[in-house]
């Protein structure tokens, strides 16, 4: 009998499993919200979780840690410089399940699993982005002129 055991065995070997947990844990902070179904969120939801909290300290450990379960490494830096400070307030409650309906095909339960103010990250991205990129200086009217008459 399996009395206690919370983990969700999905019907599959504990290596699938791991690696079923690492490859959606990793497109869910990549892309920050993930389509699937209703168990597979549920089951990945505490592992995105503590891979978060783990992001807000921040030090050279969490990151070894982290990196033991997600093996990309351009997720894992955009966890620890994009997501972790943006939860930094926060006590837990990173993600959100928000159930579809069914499939139509074998009529399993899906939802909708991603992160909490998802908006407000991509938002701070683009505004970080748009400081880091340097301006381009326009030209006045007269420049202009005076690349035309010289052939430019």
Request: with cysteine; proline share 3%.
């Amino acid at each position: 009998m399996r009395h206690g055991i919370k983990k969700f065995q999905l019907n599959r070997t504990a290596s699938h499993r791991k690696a079923l947990y690492a490859n959606m844990a990793c497109a869910l902070l990549k892309e920050r919200q993930i389509h699937t179904t209703l168990t597979k969120a549920r089951a990945v939801r505490p592992y995105v979780e503590r891979m978060i909290t783990f992001a807000k300290k921040g030090d050279l450990a969490s990151r070894r840690h982290v990196l033991r379960y997600l093996k990309q490494k351009d997720v894992v830096h955009d966890l620890f410089e994009n997501i972790g400070p943006h939860f930094a307030e926060r006590n837990g409650g990173y993600t959100r399940i928000l159930k579809l309906g069914q499939r139509r095909g074998d009529a399993a339960p899906v939802a909708i699993l991603e992160l909490v103010d998802h908006e407000a990250i991509k938002r701070q991205e683009k505004e970080e982005r748009k400081k880091a990129a340097p301006k381009k200086a326009k030209k006045k009217p007269e420049e202009k002129a005076e690349a035309a008459a010289k052939g430019e």
